[in-house]
Nanobody
Framework: QVQLVESGGGLVQAGGSLTLSCAAS????????MGWYRQAPGKQRDLVAV???????NYADSAKGRFTISRDNAKNTVYLQMNSLKPEDTAVYYC?????????WGQGTQVTVSS
């Protein structure tokens, strides 16, 4: 199993940037896929970006060209660099890891983008 702790959320104006961090309680080297999801009020939780151990990434259409996911296996941390933020990016952002077929989630970090 693994515990995930997100940080880096906050309030930012439209067009601004934020970098989210997800610190894992154990080595992430063997965790094949880690990702970021987000959930806006009244909406379902949606995938934002995912990265594999080999560095292959996949992004939601809404994130392509603006967000970058990366992982630092030495620091057991996954990052989400978010640029050109829009009000519609406002949501709670969750880190996710799949370990032995079971999904693990962090507590989430709030991102609020003002217009």
């Amino acid at each position: 199993q693994v515990q995930l702790v997100e940080s880096g959320g906050g309030l930012v104006q439209a067009g601004g940037s934020l970098t989210l961090s997800c610190a894992a309680s154990r080595t992430i080297f063997s965790i094949n896929a880690m990702g970021w999801y987000r959930q806006a009020p009244g909406k379902q939780r949606d995938l934002v970006a995912v990265i594999t151990t080999s560095g292959v990434t996949n992004y939601a259409d809404s994130a392509k060209g603006r967000f970058t996911i990366s992982r630092d296996n030495a620091k057991n941390t996954v990052y989400l660099q978010m640029n050109s933020l829009k009000p519609e990016d406002t949501a709670v952002y969750y880190c996710n890891a799949i370990v032995s077929g079971r999904p693990y989630w962090g507590q989430g970090t709030q991102v609020t983008v003002s217009s």
